[in-house]
């Protein structure tokens, strides 16, 4: 004879099936950011991942990355985070991920999601980028509402950032020289922006290089 006790208990247990969170899919980069205008430099690490929750992705907490052989592990939250929707996925992740000296390690990373229940997904990566120190950085030079851009790599992309840091507009640009005006219409980057960075993508180590912000004329 089944009890009340267990039939609640059966009913209770029903209704809180186990749904970990899982990764969908995923994406990472080695980033060389410039720390000055004289060529210093410190790298980052960018990590993306696309995931999804049986209860729903709000109610992922935390996203850990963890590098084991160096003891170090980066904690992400919805806070802390940057989020977009892509159709139905939905990605997190961070591109400032950035490791106590001024090189990332190399090799193997794991990345975990945890849930509001406790449960967790994992899965892994690696960053196996060549030593950057030998590569350029872009530049940006102003001319008059010019700028010049100044770049050894084929794909190049300009952010404009405001004051706070925050990027409000990003726009692929070509070398050499290219007015403000074609980059974003109506002078409007006098109201959106107060710096501009270039960004570049050498495709055969899957490495991204910025160069140092210059501020904008007013």
Same mark, same amino acid.
């Given at each position: ?104 390690? $190399?090799?193997?990373?794991?990345? *975990? ?8 997904? &994992? @899965?892994? !990566? %690696? ?62 980057? $006098?109201?959106?922006?107060?710096? *501009? ?8 180590? &899957? @490495?991204? !290089? %910025? ?8």
């Amino acid at each position: 004879m089944i009890s009340i006790a267990s039939t609640l208990l059966c009913i209770l247990l029903a209704s809180c099936s186990l749904a970990p969170p899982v990764f969908m899919a995923q994406g990472s980069r080695l980033l060389v950011v410039a720390t000055d205008a004289e060529g210093s430099r410190d790298e980052h690490l960018s990590f993306f991942a696309s995931v999804a929750d049986g209860d729903g992705v709000d109610d992922i907490e935390f996203m850990h990355i963890v590098h084991d052989g160096e003891e170090l592990c980066w904690t992400l939250e919805p806070e802390t985070w940057q989020r977009s929707e892509e159709g139905s996925s939905v990605w997190i992740g961070s591109n400032a991920l950035d490791a106590p000296g001024p090189t990332i390690p $190399r090799g193997q990373y794991r990345a *975990i999601l945890i849930d509001k229940a406790g449960e967790r997904g &994992e @899965t892994t !990566f %690696f960053i196996n980028a060549p030593e950057t120190i030998v590569y350029d950085l872009p530049s940006l030079r102003m001319s008059g509402t010019a700028i010049i851009v100044i770049s050894p790599y084929p794909a190049n992309t300009l952010f404009f950032i405001d004051s706070g840091g925050n990027v409000t507009k990003t726009v692929p640009v070509a070398t050499g020289e290219v007015t403000l005006d074609s980059l974003w219409p109506k002078a409007q980057w $006098r109201s959106g922006a107060d710096y *501009i960075a270039v960004y570049g993508l050498d495709p055969k180590s &899957e @490495t991204g !290089f %910025f160069s140092w912000k210059i501020r904008l004329p007013d």
